[in-house]
């Protein structure tokens, strides 16, 4: 396979400095997690009994954050500003929902930072819009949501059944079931569905694994995490029946690409 590497030079020397938590960018300058406006909201705690009622304005707040990050994208920008993250985790955890963070959801795993969502999800919109999307690594189902927001089909994978059945039900309860969610191995793709426009991995291998790169479409973009101590988020596009050019971006922590089921 011909692989173009065209690095943009994006996060670079920053090794050595690491993040507290997984599905988070690893950042030299540290962004507060709390913006006043968040904190002032923050006195009312979001439980299931105020749901959406009280969280438009920490979420509008988050949304403005990931604008003063660099995300541009208004699709993207809308979608997140929609889908109601503290829906997504533990009611403990609500009132740090529109924290700059990644939260813990069991079972060893994390909601993807919203940085990092919207970083994944702009990155593969280009010119032309992808329609049929793959994620491997549901999690929650938060970032499936947002994507559901902004592309036609989406396809979701996760490998841990009890995540999966979560995901499911979070996706039901906010009439969200457009997401098609599949209780499988992410690394073999999804074959049955492919090619697709853009693939999102919430999760990071050492390499990407190849099945994902021959499930892309010609044109189609893949955004993963790469890499085992040091982590870099790498966009990879198919541009032609056997060639993908390769572009690395920032440097970030994920929790770790598995193979085969958990039951
Ligand atoms: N998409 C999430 C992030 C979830 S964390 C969000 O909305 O924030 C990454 C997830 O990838 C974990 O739930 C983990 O179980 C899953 N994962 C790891 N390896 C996988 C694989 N081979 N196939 C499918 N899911 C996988």
């Given at each position: 396979?011909?692989?173009?590497?065209?690095?943009?030079?994006?996060g670079?020397?920053?090794?050595?400095?690491?993040a507290?938590?997984?599905?988070?960018?690893?950042?030299?300058?540290?962004?507060?997690?709390?913006?006043?406006?968040?904190?002032?909201?923050?006195?009312?705690?979001?439980?299931?009994?105020?749901?959406?009622?009280n969280?438009?304005?920490?979420?509008?707040?988050?949304?403005?954050?990931?604008?003063?990050?660099g995300?541009?994208?208004?699709?993207?920008?809308?979608?997140?500003?929609?889908?109601?993250?503290?829906?997504?985790?533990?009611?403990?955890?609500?009132?740090?929902?529109?924290?700059?963070?990644?939260l813990?959801?069991?079972?060893?795993?994390?909601?993807?930072?919203?940085?990092?969502?919207?970083?994944?999800?702009?990155?593969?919109?280009?010119?032309?819009?992808?329609?049929?999307?793959?994620?491997?690594?549901?999690?929650?189902?938060?970032?499936?949501?947002?994507?559901?927001?902004?592309?036609?089909?989406?396809?979701?994978?996760?490998?841990?059944?009890?995540?999966?059945?979560?995901?499911?039900?979070?996706?039901?309860?906010?009439?969200?079931?457009?997401?098609?969610?599949?209780?499988?191995?992410?690394?073999?793709?999804?074959?049955?569905?492919?090619?697709?426009?853009?693939i999102?991995?919430?999760?990071?291998?050492?390499?990407?694994?190849?099945?994902?790169?021959?499930?892309?479409?010609?044109?189609?973009?893949?955004?993963?995490?790469?890499?085992?101590?040091?982590?870099?988020?790498?966009?990879?596009?198919?541009?032609?029946?056997?060639?993908?050019?390769?572009?690395?971006?920032?440097?970030?922590?994920?929790?770790?690409?598995?193979?085969?089921?958990?039951?």
């Open positions: 396979m011909a692989v173009k590497d065209t690095r943009t030079g994006a670079r020397g920053l090794q050595g400095i690491t507290s938590n997984s599905n988070t960018r690893i950042s030299a300058t540290r962004i507060p997690s709390r913006s006043a406006s968040q904190t002032a909201t923050a006195t009312a705690p979001l439980t299931s009994d105020n749901l959406g009622l969280s438009e304005r920490p979420r509008a707040a988050m949304v403005q954050r990931l604008q003063a990050q995300i541009s994208n208004d699709l993207v920008l809308a979608a997140m500003q929609t889908i109601p993250r503290h829906a997504f985790v533990d009611e403990a955890l609500a009132s740090r929902a529109y924290d700059d963070a990644s813990p959801i069991g079972h060893g795993q994390t909601i993807s930072q919203p940085w990092v969502v919207a970083r994944m999800i702009a990155s593969v919109c280009g010119a032309t819009m992808p329609t049929r999307v793959l994620e491997v690594g549901t999690g929650c189902g938060y970032q499936a949501a947002v994507m559901a927001q902004v592309f036609q089909q989406v396809h979701s994978i996760e490998r841990i059944r009890a995540l999966y059945d979560m995901a499911k039900e979070r996706l039901r309860a906010l009439r969200l079931t457009k997401v098609r969610l599949v209780h499988g191995d992410g690394m073999l793709g999804l074959p049955s569905v492919a090619p697709f426009d853009a999102v991995v919430a999760a990071a291998g050492i390499r990407i694994p190849q099945a994902l790169f021959m499930q892309l479409s010609v044109g189609g973009v893949l955004i993963a995490p790469e890499g085992s101590g040091a982590q870099r988020l790498v966009r990879v596009t198919r541009t032609g029946a056997s060639s993908w050019n390769r572009q690395e971006l920032e440097e970030v922590r994920f929790v770790p690409l598995k193979s085969g089921l958990q039951v």
